[in-house]
C-alpha cells in the first residue's frame, strides 16, 4: 500500500493536539533502523495480548517477535530514538493462516501487536500516546552504528531490559516501500495505527543475524517467559523515510465474559 494522497495534500499545514504543534504531515526523514524478527511461544505470546480478536500469527506452536529500533534523526517533532518490541499478528474474528495472512495482508488486519514502546523524548510519548494509543513510555536507549555490528539498548530505572544485536550487512541493497498496522492496547480500547516507509534494506537468514540480551528488570523477565529463539531474519536501513498517518481506529477490547475484565 502506497502513501495515500491525503496524507500528501496536507503538505505545509499545521496541527495542534494536547498542546503539541504538529507540522503536516507527521514524517521522518534519513533515520537509521534495525529490524529482527525471532522465533517465540505462540501461546504465552497469546497470552499477552488483550481481548480476544488480535491473533498472534503462528506456524504450529511458534510465533513472531518483531523488534525495531528507529534513530529517529529528522521528524516533526525533533530527534528521538524508538525501540518497538511487538508481536506478529492479525485482527478478526478468528486465527488466520500465515500464507492467508501474508497475501491478504489488509483483508485479515496482519500486523503486529506492540507489546513494549520506549522513546527517548517526552514529546514522543505525549503524542504517540495521547494521539494514537501507543504504549509509550520514557526509557535510555541508544543506538550504534559499528563496522560489523548495529546495536541498541533499553533501560529504564537503571536496569536493563534489552540489548539487540544485528550483524551489519555489507551492503543495503534491496529498495523496500511498504506499510504497517500497529495495534495498541489503550484505555481499555484496541487502537490501530498506520504508517508508510521506505528505504534500502540489508539483510540476513543466518541464526547468527541478530542476538537479543535480556537484563533484570521485571520487564525482561515477562519477555523471558516468551522463550525468545533463534532469529528467522534481520536487516539494517542506513536511513528511512516515513509518515504516520493522521487516520486511525479504535474498537472495544471484546471478552468472553465479565469475569473476564473484572
Known sequence: MGTPRRLKRQAGRHALVDGIPFQLP???????ALIAAFLI???????????????????????????????YRHTNIGK???YSVGIACTHGKRPVPLPL??????????????HLLPVSSLISVRGGKGIWGMPKHQGNLDFIIGDEVVS??????????????????????????????????????????????????????????????????????ALGELEIGPPLFAGFFPETAGILDDHFECWFELYGDRKSVV
Not at 26 to 32: L, T
Not at 181 to 187: A, E
Request: proline residues 4%.
Open 26 to 32: 507527521v514524517a521522518s526523514q534519513r533515520s537509521p
Open 41 to 71: 511461544n505462540a501461546d504465552r505470546a497469546q497470552a499477552i495480548i488483550p481481548g480476544n480478536e488480535v491473533h498472534a500469527l503462528r506456524v504450529g506452536r511458534r510465533g513472531f517477535l518483531v523488534v525495531t529500533v528507529i534513530d
Open 80 to 82: 528521538y530514538i524508538e
Open 101 to 114: 495472512a501474508m497475501l491478504f495482508r489488509k483483508t485479515c488486519g496482519t500486523g503486529q501487536y506492540v
Open 152 to 221: 541498541s539498548r533499553y533501560d529504564l530505572d537503571g536496569k536493563m531490559i534489552m540489548n539487540i544485536e544485528v550483524r551489519r550487512p555489507r551492503r543495503a541493497w534491496l529498495p523496500l516501500r511498504a506499510s504497517g498496522v500497529n495495534y495498541c492496547s489503550f484505555r481499555g480500547m484496541l487502537m490501530a495505527s498506520y504508517i508508510y516507509f521506505k528505504g534500502k534494506l540489508g539483510f540476513s537468514f543466518s541464526k547468527d543475524a541478530a542476538r537479543i540480551t535480556l537484563g533484570d528488570h521485571p520487564r525482561a523477565a
